[in-house]
């Protein structure tokens, strides 16, 4: 049965029944325990909307994630042993009962052995809390972990709590939006001996992995362009943060950064970011917000074995038109001894069905289709992307390895301090008219990271 935490909810209320009666309640949790190391984690999954639930405006997501990802992800986790209590918290309580009934429908009625009832939520069915994070972060123990999948601007906050109470934490792509606050997410992990990472599931995607072994044989870079879109339509289920907290580039650009830095790690490091845009769409679906339609950002990489210049673009939209896939993802390569080309989104698979659209699949990053009843998406990128996190969490908690050791492994913070700030210094170079921005290292080390920017001339 669900269970609503309401009596360690601050602001209190009264539960509104969602499927079925009121589930019973844990015992209170000392907050001065420690998680066992014989036992598996809690799990607390921050965020309630498309990739933990499949739940957007008041149905399910009109998109290849319509039963969530991350939610269903945890339930099989739960199943599995790899995790123990799972809860879930969001900001609008009233939203629960429906959520509630949405995953029970895409999840429970689908999957044998998936049972949505056993999730805890926060905050009460009756109460907006936008500080629910903390009363459920406390009802967790040090050790158990948090999975944030909220707006950009409030995973700095969410982030720091969840770390000082002793919790591992995944944090979705970007992990924040400024390098001010990635060090300083940095220096509090690492202050407590926790993990902290970004969900970044292309650095499991098996092509991404073989093109990236490839890539660290063709000598030094050259040239790199990546694109990346969201359907139009999309705008609406980004409609309470899109152009307000974030944009298009945070969003989508990040991913391609972070892989293309992931490449180059030890290899070439990023020197100097500029960015353009384009836009007249996205202000009209967002009812006159200022925002962007497309967003390019270029920067120059060097080269450490001869001091040579590479550059990449990244480019991401959010109004391309309806296709047969849901985002069209691809890129190209060049080193001075080869290139690689890839498109993410075509796999050579394809489906016509009467009344579906066609379309391309890609049940290597998720396949929510199941196999005589059961849920089977263990093998896909963006399910083996939060089990490397947990893997690493049981390790990390049992004392077989420390958090240090997982640097270069999983996208720890610590090692993806470049793609933030060529983030922020594209952010930056837009809201300057274009103005390009120096990265700032300490040092001249191959592994050195970005500690500031700033403008440089034309």
Not at 25 to 36: F, G, L, M, V
Request: aromatic share 10%.
């Amino acid at each position: 049965m669900w269970a609503s935490q309401l009596s360690r909810v601050a602001v209190g209320g009264a539960c509104g029944a969602a499927a079925g009666a009121l589930a019973r309640r844990r015992d209170p949790i000392n907050a001065d325990d420690k998680r066992s190391i014989t036992k598996a984690p809690g799990c607390l999954m921050v965020g309630t909307g498309e990739y933990v639930t499949g739940f957007v405006g008041g149905k399910g997501a009109d998109s290849d994630k319509g039963c969530g990802v991350l939610g269903l992800c945890c339930l099989d986790f739960r199943q599995r042993g790899k995790i123990s209590r799972l809860g879930m918290v969001g900001v609008n309580g009233k939203k629960l009962p429906a959520i509630r009934a949405h995953m029970q429908r895409a999840l429970g009625d689908v999957y044998d052995g998936i049972d949505p009832s056993v999730i805890e939520t926060w905050p009460a069915d009756t109460v907006v809390a936008p500080a629910a994070y903390k009363d459920a972060a406390a009802a967790f123990l040090p050790g158990d972990l948090a999975i944030i999948f909220t707006p950009d601007d409030t995973h700095y906050d969410i982030a720091m709590a969840c770390i000082e109470r002793g919790m591992h934490v995944m944090i979705t792509k970007p992990p924040v939006k400024t390098l001010a606050e990635h060090r300083k997410l940095v220096e509090a992990a690492e202050r407590k001996g926790v993990l902290c990472v970004a969900e970044l599931h292309k650095r499991f995607d098996p092509i991404y992995v073989d093109a990236r072994d490839r890539i660290r044989t063709l000598g030094p870079f050259s040239y790199y362009w990546a694109y990346m879109s969201q359907p139009k339509h999309q705008l609406e289920t980004f409609k309470a943060w899109a152009g307000k907290s974030s944009d298009i580039s945070y969003y989508l650009n990040s991913h391609h950064i972070d892989y293309h830095e992931w490449c180059l790690h030890g290899k070439a490091r990023p020197v100097r970011v500029s960015a353009h845009a384009s836009t007249g769409v996205a202000k009209q679906k967002l009812d006159g917000v200022e925002t962007e339609d497309t967003i390019t950002i270029v920067v120059d990489w060097k080269n450490f074995e001869d001091d040579s210049i590479g550059h990449g673009v990244y480019t991401s939209s959010w109004v391309a038109p309806k296709s047969d896939v849901h985002s069209q993802q691809r890129w190209f390569y060049m080193g001075q001894q080869g290139e690689i080309t890839t498109d993410q989104a075509h796999r050579g698979y394809t489906v016509a069905q009467d009344g579906v659209p066609f379309a391309s699949h890609n049940p290597l990053f998720w396949k929510p289709t199941p196999s005589d009843g059961k849920f089977v998406g263990q093998k896909t990128y963006g399910y083996i992307s939060f089990e490397a996190f947990i893997d690493a969490v049981a390790e990390v908690n049992a004392g077989r390895k420390t958090v240090a050791d997982f640097n270069g492994v999983i996208p720890t913070l610590s090692t993806i301090v470049g793609t933030t700030a060529i983030l922020e210094a594209g952010r930056r170079s837009l809201d300057s008219g274009g103005v390009p921005f120096e990265l700032v290292y300490e040092g001249s080390g191959i592994y050195e990271v970005p500690i500031d920017m700033k403008p440089c001339s034309l």
